[in-house]
């Protein structure tokens, strides 16, 4: 075939035409018929039934509020269940990991709603810090110990050491506003994958770990989804209760099921890895549990201060830092406030680090970071009110304390909960999406930077997790242990990698000139103080607590 040259393919449309109505071939005859609807950019969604500040009845925000201490029990026992045994710990000791994990949720998550963003935002714990976690674990592997005992008080100690020291980091970008100064350089178009990969980056959490007891998994995912969306439309009366509270009955109803497989004996003959996903006594926490047990500073003892551990530490900090700021764009969303303004973003950067060094004193195994799934229910029940989310920490801190009361609700095989993520991260994505209405979306040079922020942002962390699951390391594996911690944590992060190759695509790729279809004009006065008089209404501290902090940290 020869090659075929129109001059008139790289000609602008004549002036007066439409360009749409000038195509390869010439003119294209005019549409006919009505184009479809359009639909105008707006700030907030419509369908939310409870904002940020307006709260439902009592007995509804108690049920809600139990409701997202269920799903923040899910992340806490996962993470639990696989450091603790890694350590050399027994199951006693994994009953006291997450009742100390969920004692200083509840902590930070006030600390938060009252002093940080005042979003409605779980702070839950936090998977980056896992890597350096592993690493340090892997130091004492070899060490001479009386017992596996031993072995795991002293890697909690050394963790304590790491969080203690570490915590600083955020505590210094926070507070000295340099990731408030960072954060200027946003804009939807830079938003966008950073608030999507916070829920697509975590799809290991979902489907695949709910295939791990399919039997159990789906039905919980397809029942949530029929309940939930297609059932609360059947009559009136049944709308609301379904739509705010079907996760808690779907999870009821799917749990019993579960019990009902184990004591039939469904779950004999199978492999052990089978009993430990589907069985509803596997987790061995409501024997080991004790009655009641309140956490305190140094609980395992003097923590036990090692650089190499620190500097592994620092990069899970920077992880979360970004983690949470994109969680916190998605609450903001879902709850009808705002975008967060940087001076939000500063302190409450700043007071994760705070909560970082309170986990680290009192005994937690990982840091705090925003909760991704606790956000995504908030989407899901179409309620974003901060009292609920603080009122589960009342919560929190109940089962913390009681523990044989908070190990019966901890039996929740893992599969239910992967497909609970499945619907909740999914929102947070699609949540994500959204903030693109504010920019262009015909610009070729903004779909450039959300494509490859976004593919990056998925591909770079698979390749390394992928590379640290067959290996045993990092693709980073230098001498210093303590820069292939920091490079491997970094970069097994979906968000920071978006984040990163966002900011830096936005802010060099005309972005003078292209000002308009980044969406700073609607953008930038939302990241002023006095710039959207909105912002005190979401923001400002409660009652008179700003005229106690000095205006440098308001």
């Not at 509840?106 to 979003?119: C, D, E, K, M, S």
């Not at 890697?155 to 954060?183: C, D, E, H, P």
């Not at 530490?313 to 979360?320: I, K």
């Not at 908070?406 to 999914?426: D, N, T």
Request: with cysteine; proline share 6%; hydrophobic share 45%.
């Amino acid at each position: 075939m020869g090659e075929t040259h129109h001059d008139h393919s790289h000609t602008p449309p004549p002036i007066g035409v439409p360009p749409m109505s000038v195509g390869l071939g010439g003119p294209l005859p005019p549409l006919s018929g009505p184009r479809g609807a359009t639909f105008t950019p707006e700030e907030q969604l419509h369908q939310l039934t409870f904002c940020i500040h307006s709260n439902p009845s009592w007995p509804e925000m108690f049920l809600l509020a139990f409701q997202h201490y269920i799903v923040t029990l899910g992340t806490t026992v996962m993470i639990a269940s696989f450091l603790v045994p890694r350590m050399g710990g027994d199951h006693g000791d994994k009953a006291r990991v997450i009742q100390t994990l969920l004692f200083m949720g509840a902590i930070n998550t006030l600390l938060q709603t009252f002093l940080g963003t005042r979003l409605p935002t779980v702070m839950g714990s936090s998977f980056a810090f896992v890597i350096p976690v592993a690493a340090i674990i892997r130091d004492f592997s070899d060490s001479g110990f009386n017992s596996e005992h031993d072995r795991f008080v002293h890697t909690m100690r050394a963790i304590q050491g790491a969080l203690i020291v570490s915590s600083f980091f955020n505590i210094i970008i926070g507070y000295s506003k340099a990731w408030g100064t960072y954060s200027r350089l946003f804009s939807p178009v830079s938003i966008v994958p950073v608030v999507c990969v916070v829920g697509l980056g975590l799809f290991q959490r979902g489907f695949p770990m709910l295939a791990q007891c399919v039997e159990i998994g789906l039905p919980m995912l397809i029942l949530l989804v029929i309940v939930q969306q297609y059932l609360k439309r059947l009559h009136e009366s049944t709308y609301v209760i379904l739509e705010r509270f079907a996760l808690l009955m779907c999870v009821g109803v799917v749990w019993a099921f579960a019990a009902l497989l184990t004591v039939s004996g469904a779950y004999n003959d199978v492999g052990e890895q089978t009993k430990t996903n589907c069985r509803t006594d596997k987790s061995h926490l409501l024997s080991a549990a004790t009655w009641i047990r309140v956490p305190y500073p140094f609980q395992w003892g003097p923590p036990i201060f090692r650089a190499s551990h620190v500097f592994g530490m620092m990069g899970a900090a920077l992880v979360t830092s970004a983690e949470s700021t994109g969680t916190y764009f998605a609450a903001a969303r879902l709850s009808g406030a705002t975008p967060p303004p940087a001076h939000v973003l500063t302190r409450s950067i700043g007071l994760q680090g705070i909560g970082m060094l309170l986990n680290g004193i009192f005994g937690a195994a990982v840091g705090p970071t925003a909760s991704v799934e606790n956000v995504g229910l908030l989407g899901l029940t179409h309620v974003g009110s901060r009292r609920v989310v603080q009122l589960s920490c009342m919560f929190m801190l109940f089962f913390s304390i009681f523990g044989k009361f908070g190990a019966f609700f901890a039996s929740i095989p893992l599969p239910i909960f992967a497909a609970i993520y499945c619907v909740l991260f999914g929102l947070v994505t699609a949540t994500g999406i959204s903030f693109i209405q504010f920019a262009n979306n015909n610009s070729m040079r903004n779909l450039y930077v959300l494509g490859l922020s976004l593919f990056l942002g998925i591909s770079v962390p698979q390749y390394f997790n992928n590379f640290s699951n067959i290996a045993g390391h990092g693709p980073v594996n230098t001498d210093g242990g303590w820069f292939n911690d920091i490079i491997n944590t970094i970069f097994s992060s979906p968000p920071t990698v978006a984040l990163i190759v966002g900011t830096l695509l936005d802010n060099t790729l005309d972005a003078r000139r292209y000002v308009e279809d980044r969406g700073l004009g609607w953008w930038i006065p939302f990241q002023h103080r006095n710039g959207d008089m909105r912002n005190d209404e979401f923001y400002a501290y409660p009652i008179r607590i700003s005229e106690l902090v000095p205006s440098r940290f308001l």
